[in-house]
């Protein structure tokens, strides 16, 4: 019996305490048997799974993309519950972009598949129907049975999910177990999404009712593909809304995988659609539709606009939108300057630089700033890319198109008078690699410091006091996120309360669990996903009075 070894080295850093959940997602039997994994977790104790874990740690695995690329299993567009051509009988091609080598075709829908989708979900929400007629903690049951069918095909979900977008496959395995984690959590909520009982004024018994607001029309990104899913779908499910989901066109195939598992999961058919497409046809129809009442996007601040003025135009639908940002890391002189050089490293460069909140602005006090730069250039050189399939730190970027804004940026730097320390250029011959890109002196009101990259470029700058930085980490119009580093309570503090940002991370950076909101100011979205904060946008309240008096 071989083991794989997917994250020995990342498994070792304790993100999680239990070992014997980090066995569950470090070890992976190469057949996708998750029954001897459980027997594993139960049978042997955790002295005998750390010893299986250090013997791990001098073992490398090397496969290559043609072993480990995994079957293509659905490819069609998922409406009521079976999978379906595209009216029309389109479709498009799906990309490796480790290879920029076409994977598959998905049918491609637009207008004419939206309303088919959204016509199996409105019936499914139809009232007396079976979804609308279910306990509430039957729901919650649907979905912890959804989790554990995830759990079993782990390893299938984490090689599609490299394959499709690039990223590595320890970090693969780490997003769908924080999938899991996000429609665990909201499968609790199901049975406890309730209304009051109100001392009104007057002779009258008031209660209110938060009910579903019904179908819900959800727009994913492709930087996070599983992981946005199960973020729309479990408030969505949990509040007892019905799903018509576009996937982004770029990275589809583990939505449509899991489409599947939630048939197997018992939903019932209706209940989740999803529809391959692009935004300009499948997404404009969603987020235009008259019989859709909510919609909630991730992506980009410009799309977002869009989205929001076909909301106000059709039926005034509810919108959330989680958008983009330019999100700043402060690093005061008090720390310990190798722990913050890590922090800010894995600030930006984790997932290759593709994500919303990433700390992209690193401003560091000017009392430490030579030496910061200079360890922070050596880690940079030192991030290895890749297959990612091997033991690397860093894959491709998802797109050509994506390569191309990124490597445009980044001559922009270069010609605004940056100063390029280590990076900018593309790694191999085939794929969309980009080289981790350190750029220094950077100065507020270059390219690279108002625009978002949304790849491996790390923008170094300096400051002085802590009313000016405060003063330049506000000035843009993005406010995701932001954090800062220091031993100082006080100077934390004021930093988070007069920074314009969703989330602030002190001494840390990029913790986000399922029980915590997240969203942004000003143009970084609307609304909040995560934690309680995530069902309400899902809800409607409802408020009942009843009169005392004898009619």
């Not at 190469?30 to 001897?36: M, Q, R």
């Not at 104790?45 to 995994?70: C, F, H």
């Not at 999938?179 to 609790?188: E, Q, R, V």
Request: aromatic share 8%; hydrophobic share 40%.
């Amino acid at each position: 019996m071989t083991f794989i070894p997917v994250i020995p080295r990342y498994a070792m850093t304790a993100r999680h305490d239990d070992w014997r959940e980090i066995a569950l997602v470090c070890i992976v039997y190469p057949h996708g048997d998750y029954n001897y994994i459980r027997r594993l977790r139960l049978e042997i104790g955790t002295d005998e799974l750390k010893t299986i874990l250090s013997a791990l740690q001098d073992v490398t695995v090397r496969t290559s993309l043609e072993t480990m690329a995994p079957e293509i299993k659905f490819t069609k567009l998922f409406i009521n519950g079976q999978f379906v051509d595209s009216q029309s009988g389109k479709t498009f091609p799906v990309v490796n972009p480790a290879t920029g080598k076409v994977i598959c075709q998905v049918s491609e829908g637009d207008k004419a598949d939206i309303d088919l989708a959204v016509d199996a979900a409105n019936e499914a929400f139809q009232l007396g129907s079976t979804w609308r007629t279910m306990d509430a903690s039957a729901r919650g049951r649907m979905m912890d049975k959804l989790v554990g069918l995830m759990e079993r095909d782990l390893h299938y979900l984490a090689q599609l999910e490299t394959y499709n977008n690039g990223k590595p496959l320890k970090d693969a395995v780490f997003d769908i177990y924080g999938a899991m984690y996000a429609l665990k959590y909201y499968s609790g909520w199901a049975d406890k999404i309730h209304g009051q009982s109100i001392p009104a004024d007057g002779n009258v018994f008031v209660v209110t009712r938060k009910e579903p607001v019904g179908v819900a029309g959800q727009i994913i990104p492709w930087n996070f593909p599983l992981l946005m899913l199960a973020w729309k779908w479990g408030p969505a499910l949990a509040a007892g809304c019905t799903i018509v989901m576009k996937p982004a066109e770029q990275t589809p195939l583990t939505a449509l995988y899991m489409a599947q598992l939630s048939v197997e999961a018992g939903f019932p058919p209706g209940v989740i659609n999803v529809v391959n497409g692009f935004g300009a046809t499948a997404g404009a129809a969603l987020a235009s539709h008259d019989r859709i009442q909510k919609i909630a996007f991730t992506g980009s601040t410009a799309v977002g606009k869009l989205i929001m003025e076909a909301a106000a135009k059709s039926n005034l639908k509810r919108v959330s939108l989680e958008l983009g940002g330019k999100s700043p890391i402060v690093v005061f002189p008090d720390v310990d300057l190798d722990k913050a050089v890590a922090t800010c490293h894995a600030a930006v460069f984790a997932n290759m630089g593709q994500c919303c909140c990433a700390g992209t602005r690193t401003f560091v006090h000017e009392s430490i700033y030579d030496k910061f730069v200079e360890k922070a250039t050596e880690l940079a050189r030192k991030r290895k890319l890749g297959d990612p399939f091997g033991e690397v730190d860093q894959g491709p970027q998802v797109s050509e198109l994506q390569f191309n804004r990124i490597m445009a940026l980044i001559e922009a730097g270069k010609k605004e008078g940056a100063d390029l320390k280590t990076g900018g250029m593309k790694h191999g011959t085939e794929g969309y690699f980009i080289e981790p890109t350190v750029f220094v002196d950077v100065q507020d009101n270059m390219r690279i410091a108002k625009e978002e990259i949304f790849g491996p470029v790390q923008q170094i700058m300096k400051f002085s006091t802590m009313e000016e930085v405060i003063k330049r980490a506000n000035d843009t119009h993005y406010g995701l996120a932001a954090g800062i580093l220091t031993n100082d309570i006080n100077r934390a503090l004021t930093f988070s309360q007069a920074v314009n940002a969703g989330s602030v991370w002190v001494n840390c950076f990029l913790h986000i669990t399922s029980q915590t909101p997240f969203g942004g100011f000003k143009q970084s979205g609307i609304g909040r996903e995560m934690g309680e904060e995530g069902i309400h946008s899902y809800v409607e309240v409802k408020t009942v009075t009843i009169s005392m008096a004898k009619f």
